[in-house]
């Protein structure tokens, strides 16, 4: 597999995985939103990111005077009981509280972790309509917010505490949905912090991924080169050194029929005297002819001093001859290329940490918000791993 099939297989899997993330995301929370509603929303309810950011300070700012008020007749209210009515009201309400825990942590096992993302922003939104939907019935009935209202002789009804601690009971609903919402939407925001956080983080990742692999393709590339600039040394030195080969010993070869027939000769002429047949002369003048007919067919610039063949000289002369016209030096090359190859090495183990900083964050961001500190966890160590990626690649570049 090549540096790009790598490059490519990095870039489909981390598209894909955020694409189906996100699909199921959606599909979740609306399935969940529209169990969790059961019915339209309010017509009039206005969202508040439509408002501007001064408009959504004051209602901010009426909420949590809404909230206090709330909290202020809850307190009125319960001290006009008795101790033993304060323990039983509060050993109620925990048991009510630890009852929908229970119901709802069991609703929660049987849903998924998308799920239960999707219910947790469903009740958001929820708790938020029914904050909007308090404010406006106590904002239509404003007599309910002091309590009874006078009777004719200016004294309060007989049913006032009664009344009192009706309207107190809607405070008491505004503030715990007032203080749902408002966790609620530091919780929603702390996961879409997160999520854009850990999305970043994949795109770096993406990015990084792609430098590097650009990278390995320019090294390798690199290294091919090398490679193939010394196979063609190789290739230049033996076409040499069989070419020099050849033209010495074509040479080597006439020198010899020269040797050979001069020697006839000079034995001849030591064997000749008055003894000797009439024929003995001819013949070395014969053996002499061939000798000097020899003579033009070599390179005699090579003869030495001692009438012996410098073949050494000829492969050198030859060898320095073709080494001004082709590379005759293999090593320098594939030195070159063993370090690339180590480099594109290195770049490929980049490559594997980047693979898994990948597969870390998306760990990350697919573990259910509850899991605060593992979340985290996940999602620091990808970025570890992608700064150190970064930092190994400029010192693998600068070394």
Known sequence: ?????????????????????????????????????????????????????????????????????????????????????????????KEAARKAAEEKAAVRKRLSWRERRALKKAEKEAARKAVEEARKKRSARPGEENGALPGPDGAQDNDGQDAQSLTAQPGEQIGQAEAAAEGGAEDEEGVD???????ILIALVTLAGAWVGWGIGAVYGGASGEQSAGLNAVLNVESTLTNSSVALYKEYRVFTEYTRYQTLADLQAQSGGADAPSSLPARKTDDADLAAVQLPFFLTRYLTREGDYDRHRQLGEAWAEAAQRLDLQPGPHFAVADDWQKTTEWMVALFILL?????????????????????????????????????????????
């Open 355 to 399: 693979a898994l900083a990948l597969l870390v964050l998306t760990f990350a961001e697919a573990l259910d918000a509850r899991r605060r500190l593992l979340r985290y966890v996940a999602a620091a160590f990808g970025a570890l791993l992608l700064i150190l990626t970064v930092i190994a690649k400029f010192w693998i570049e600068g070394g």
């Open 193 to 199: 912090n997160f999520g854009a956080v850990v999305a």
């Open 1 to 93: 597999m090549t540096p790009f099939d790598l490059l490519l297989l990095l870039v489909v899997i981390s598209l894909s995985s955020i694409f189906v993330d996100r699909r199921w995301q959606t599909r979740r929370a609306r399935k969940a939103q529209a169990a969790a509603q059961g019915s339209p929303g309010e017509a009039g309810a206005v969202p508040s990111r439509r408002l501007s950011w001064r408009e959504r300070r004051a209602l901010k700012k009426a909420e949590k005077e809404a909230a206090r008020k709330a909290a202020e007749e809850k307190a009125a209210v319960r001290k006009r009981l008795s101790w033993r009515e304060r323990r039983a009201l509060k050993k109620a309400e």
